[in-house]
């Protein structure tokens, strides 16, 4: 849970980071640019106005020293050209790579006047034509007016200028000059440093981007696996903490569901056929929910679902509609035609709770219901309940513990042989604050698999040692399977009895099961450790609920209790007589003791002595009290 | 890696073929102008890279008998065969030559052509209208 709080925290600064990061070396690449491109255009304004002005100085002076036709001058006098091209040659400098003058002949072609090239394969003669693509010599002539170009089209050329020396207010020649790419090439150099910079900067950036999403892959991919479970594909318990930090309980009804009689499938077909059901039922539940529905398998064959109640008034509509759409699937798993129902216990107040675990609690007590009422059925935990049986009840319970509101009732248990009350049945009560009584299936299921129900527990084995020391007669105290299965439980039982196995030899331990038993091997090392403690073992309830003859052979029973539905009438149904006699002789075959509950008339009490059952007990034996 | 060399020699052999390009392309339109033939066969005297490079439609032979034209990188030690041929320089130093008739150089960066008038029409040439600018009388 920390670690999943401490990563989503981490990914949530990682959201925020990133489309900043993005941004920002977005806006510093065009910085780069735009930055380049006006240190650049600085740098080479700079160049070409220093040359302008050079241009400028010189055509001023030809204007002034050489009033008369150039052209005409030089085809008449050598010495003039030479010095003319001496003249024009100390103009030249690194930036320069060619320096030279036309003139616009009568046909509009344009020749050499001068060339102050050295290279001996570059240097034009006097005259010769100059072939141009550019239309700057063209503008020059008319305009009287400098042009710059930028040779694009040539690979050794950066800038030509074309500055126009004016004799009598016409242009009698260009003083053209190639500036060298070479300069091109130094202003990019100059500008190295502050783009090694910027680039430092972006791959940088890129960098962190490229570990941030790679840890968001990387997240992403881990998140997918840890929070699937593995055999159905849909999410695991994990993905709950990561589900309620995200998400309101309030915008959910809340599912706990359950798959009938599972054990069934996995003893009659395997464990393959179990997970084959389970994926198929997954399948399907998938199939009758929303994308914003979120389904989670719980452990074992029971399941979460979150229902996004937007637009859903009544739960029970979805809950039925998943449950008959299982019930309605033939299941094919190894060769084998399966059919399987569902429980549904709901809660659709989960927000109402005070933490997940509670609202968990609630849909699971309805569950429960729903298993009790006969399953493949839906139970909904509705307003009313909400006040009596609600979340409260946890507090409620603890609360009754603290102010001493949990009390013992004892009822008697009448022997047949010695014709006297032998021992005392311990049942547990709660009184609420007005002073009712409380029974226990009005607050056991709410409490279970809490502290407060071992706390509870510690209480009823407190209490029973007390009157075992006190009062000189034997006792039977309830407990489930799956507290005998509970390490706090029997360590308690240990610490309380291990040293006065007297006391224990006077105390039955009436287990009750309310769900399969699955680790059988486990039952009975624990049922053994009991027994070896000085402990009789009662099965109660025999014949309701899970229990069945393997009980009675795989594990070693001191004493039976006939369920009470069965006793209830016995003087009138035939077949209730036949199955109580059955049993009866069957566990005196196994030499276990039996006990038959609910005896309210005195017929019964006649015909149960016939059948030789052991024990009695019930109203017409006598009521639970408070004393004995 | 050697993906990578091979991207940056191709990029670069593109910037320098632009230029050898541009020379193959005009020296196609002039041979083509000059012999008036839609593949002229072409001698070199003696390595000119652009034509040898992009021929286009120029049939290059070893025989500067059966050439219509001559382009020259040199003046020097020309085949006697070549004598009476059509001779096109690539330097304007050729031009010094007068049997030489016109030359495309390369001069300040820059392209050049030149024909001269009068030895176009010692040869009975006559130019398309669009070599006009390059004919000096």
Known sequence: ?628 | MIKILFFITFIYSIVLASDIKLASSIFNAIAIDLTKKDKPKVYLHENIKSIQQYPKNLDIVKNCKIADIVILSTIKDIPSLCKDKILFGTRYTHLKDKRVIGAFFWQKGRPNILFYRDRLEKRYIKLDASFDKYIEK
């Open chain 1, 1 to 628: 849970m920390g670690m999943i709080l401490k990563f989503t925290k981490r990914f949530s600064l990682i959201a925020i980071l990133l489309p900043f990061m993005s941004i920002l070396s977005i806006v510093i690449y065009f910085e780069y640019t735009s930055t380049k491109k006006e240190v650049f255009s600085v740098i080479q304004k700079h160049y070409i106005d220093s040359k302008i002005e050079l241009f400028k100085n010189y055509a001023d002076y030809i204007t002034q020293n050489y009033s008369e036709n150039l052209k005409e001058k030089m085809a008449s006098d050598d010495e003039f050209i030479i010095r003319l091209e001496n003249e024009l040659s100390v103009l030249k400098d690194s930036e320069i790579k060619y320096l030279y003058i036309l003139y616009r002949d009568d046909d509009g072609k344009f020749r050499y006047l001068i060339d102050t090239t050295k290279e001996v394969e570059q240097k034009a003669e006097y005259n010769q034509k100059f072939d141009t693509q550019l239309s700057i010599w063209d503008n020059v002539y008319k305009t009287k007016i400098f042009k710059v170009a930028y040779q694009k089209e040539l690979q050794t050329l950066w800038i030509t200028i074309a500055y126009p020396i004016v004799i009598d207010g016409r242009v009698d020649a260009i003083i053209g000059s190639d500036l060298t790419y070479e300069i091109h090439q130094e202003i990019s150099n100059t500008l190295k440093p502050i783009e090694k910079v910027y680039i430092y900067v972006i791959i940088f950036i890129a960098i962190m981007l490229l570990i941030i999403y790679f840890l968001i892959f990387i997240y992403y991919k881990t998140k997918n696996k840890s929070f699937l479970d593995p055999l159905t594909k849909v999410y695991n318990r994990q993905y709950l903490d990561e589900f309620l930090q995200t998400k309101s309980l309030e915008n959910y009804f809340l599912f706990m569901i359950d798959l009938d009689f599972f054990k069934h499938i996995n003893d009659s077909y395997g464990h393959d056929a179990g997970d084959e059901v389970l994926v198929a039922v997954s399948h399907e539940i998938k199939l009758n929910i929303r994308t914003k529905d979120v389904f989670i398998r719980f452990g074992g064959e029971e399941f979460l679902l979150f229902v996004h109640n937007k637009n859903i008034k009544d739960p029970a509509i979805v809950g039925n509609r998943i449950r008959q759409a299982v019930e309605n699937i033939v299941i094919n798993a190894h060769n084998n035609q399966i059919k399987i129902t569902l429980s549904l216990g709901v809660n659709p107040f989960p927000h109402h709770s005070k933490d997940i675990d509670e609202a968990i609690k609630i849909a699971d007590e309805q569950l429960y219901i729903a298993k009790t009422l006969g399953r493949n059925r839906v139970e909904i935990f509705t307003e009313n309940t909400s006040e009596s049986k609600s979340s409260k009840r946890i507090s409620d319970v603890q609360l009754a513990i603290d102010e001493d509101r949990i009390k013992f009732a004892f009822q008697p248990i009448y022997s047949i042989k010695s014709n006297k009350i032998d021992k005392y049945e311990m049942l547990i009560r709660m009184f609420d604050i007005n002073g009712s009584i409380v029974t226990p299936d009005n607050f056991l299921p709410s409490v279970k698999h809490t502290q407060v129900y071992i706390s509870l527990t510690q209480l009823l084995i407190d209490t029973a040692l007390e009157v075992l020391i006190k009062e000189n007669i034997e006792l039977s105290i309830n407990l489930d399977l799956q507290d005998i299965l509970n390490d706090d439980i029997m360590n308690f039982l240990k610490l309380k009895f291990l040293q006065n196995k007297t006391l224990a030899s006077r105390l039955t331990i009436e287990v009750l099961e309310h769900e399969e038993i699955n680790n059988f091997s486990l039952m009975k090392e624990r049922i053994n450790i009991l027994k070896d403690m000085g402990f009789k073992i009662a099965l109660d309830d025999f014949g309701s609920g899970y229990a069945n003859f393997r009980y009675l052979m795989e594990l070693n029973l001191d004493i039976l209790k006939i369920d009470g539905t069965i006793i209830q009438g016995i003087s009138k149904d035939v077949p209730a007589y036949n199955i109580v006699k059955t049993i009866v002789g069957f566990a005196k075959s196994m030499n276990i003791k039996t006990v038959a509950e609910h005896v309210e008339i005195k017929e019964e009490m006649e015909v149960l002595k016939e059948i030789d059952v052991d024990y009695l007990q019930g109203y017409y034996l006598g009521k639970p009290a408070f004393d004995f």
